[in-house]
């Protein structure tokens, strides 16, 4: 069920069609369709320390998303920089289909959601510049780099 909602186009996909697959996925762990991914999602947190000379560092999200998981990612407000690790994962955006395979680096802009469905087991990870440091200021980072909405990008 959950290679079909990638495999079923080769064109890029609207904000809506995005937000609708995830949407989508509750009824599909409930009907057994699909596993819970945030089960078997595994996430560590990377910080730098503090560049005195700018005021900030750099945060780095790595997540560990498992063969066959289906994952929604959020919405950012600023550029930065995707590393796949180690694994294959197909991705769908407004940008279109695409395949990374570990290794690769690749940007993100201010407003890309993506829709990865992993075809092996993959590491992925993203690099933000933040004021905000440590495991204590999460919800400040996250505050900082996602948006909630596409209203609230606009808005930004």
Wanted: glycine share 8%; hydrophobic share 35%; aromatic share 6%.
């Amino acid at each position: 069920m959950t290679t079909d909602i990638l495999s079923a186009t080769q064109t890029p996909l609207n904000r809506e069609q995005i937000l609708g697959v995830q949407e989508l996925i509750p009824e599909l762990v409930a009907s057994g369709g699909m596993l819970p991914i945030d089960d078997l999602i595994k996430t560590m947190h990377h910080f730098t320390a503090r560049d005195p000379k700018y005021g900030c560092g750099m945060y780095a999200r790595e997540l560990f998303i498992p063969k066959g998981g289906l994952i929604v990612g959020k919405i950012h407000k600023r550029p930065h920089l995707n590393i796949v690790l180690k694994g294959k994962i197909s991705v769908l955006s407004e940008k279109g289909k695409h395949y990374f395979e570990a290794p690769c680096i690749l940007p993100s802009n201010p407003g890309d959601k993506r829709i990865g469905y992993a075809e092996e087991d993959t590491l992925w990870v993203s690099i933000h510049i933040t004021e905000h440091l440590g495991e204590e200021q999460l919800e400040a980072i996250e505050d900082d780099v996602i948006a909630q909405s596409y209203e609230e990008l606009e808005a930004a």
